[in-house]
């Protein structure tokens, strides 16, 4: 399914986590890794301190190799390296196009830490502009294991969710993977100030069980069969609460349209997913 993985990688521990992850991805399905290091230096601090550049490079260097080392040692798993001057996203994209990586694999927000998400960061900019999948690692290189046994997919019928569950299917190919596809039921009256009434109540039931059964459908129509549920709430923090109820291994989902640069994702639903969720998430281009 995904045999050119690029890993953005920064030496810190949420990017050796992703590391893991997709080592032990490629030693079981097979594929090859790309290491992309940026390195930064804006103008202003170039000016200070020019010598500073080389020495960050020089440092990049030896990280790329001593990384690469120890991934083929712990893994036997060869690994390229890519060094790069310039902005991390900016470059993470620009190799995901030119080495035609299938995925990119980022550890939990770079160096932003783990509970947040900002505008701007390196996870948030590559999702947006990232011409393939991003698988998003959320847990500890102990934990990271390249296998995926039981996967949540949020599904609401758009073209995304549509690609989430091909993905899935397809990820259930390659792992005997268990499938929940959940539809939440938004409370379109906390937005619009309407009175739901029993008959209202019961079409928006019905919607949701034509949602469902088109996913059950969908996904029969690749021989894979799939479990059910539908949640009424705040489509976020349903998902989390399902991922973490079930406990589910990996998030699949669409990235709902998001587009170019300036696209603002702040407060998507995907951005809150990525923030709150108890495991990795795909999300799916």
């Not at 021989?223 to 589910?248: C, D, N, Q, R």
């Amino acid at each position: 399914m995904y045999k050119t993985l690029l890993v953005g990688f920064d030496d810190s521990q949420p990017s050796k986590a992703a590391l893991t992850e997709a080592a032990n991805w490629v030693r079981r399905h097979g594929g090859e890794i790309i290491l992309v290091h940026a390195v930064y230096f804006d103008s202003e601090e170039f000016g200070i301190s020019p010598n500073h550049m080389e020495k960050r490079l020089k440092h990049g260097e030896k990280v790329c190799l001593e990384t690469k080392e120890m991934i083929s040692r712990e893994f036997g798993v060869e690994t390229k390296s890519v060094l790069c001057e310039g902005e991390p996203p900016e470059v993470l994209v620009t190799m995901a196009k030119e080495k035609k990586a299938d995925l990119v694999v980022l550890g939990t927000f770079g160096r932003r830490g783990i509970n947040r998400l900002l505008m701007g960061s390196v996870t948030s900019q590559v999702i947006v502009n990232s011409p393939v999948d991003v698988l998003v690692v959320k847990k500890p290189c102990s934990d990271c294991s390249g296998s995926y046994r039981s996967i949540l997919v949020p599904f609401d019928g758009s073209e995304f969710s549509v690609k989430a569950l091909d993905r899935a299917c397809s990820l259930s190919g390659t792992d005997g993977v268990e499938i929940t596809v959940l539809y939440v039921i938004p409370r379109y009256e906390e937005l619009l100030g309407f009175f739901r009434t029993d008959s209202i109540k019961k079409s928006m039931n019905q919607e949701a069980q034509k949602i469902v059964d088109a996913a059950v459908a969908a996904a029969s129509a690749k021989g894979v069969s799939v479990k059910t549920e539908v949640k009424e709430g705040h489509s976020a923090e349903k998902i989390i609460e399902t991922a973490a109820g079930l406990k589910k291994d990996l998030i699949v989902m669409g990235s709902y349209g998001w587009r170019g640069v300036n696209k603002a994702i702040m407060g998507s639903t995907t951005e809150r997913v990525l923030i709150g969720a108890p495991c990795p998430v795909l999300a799916v281009r």
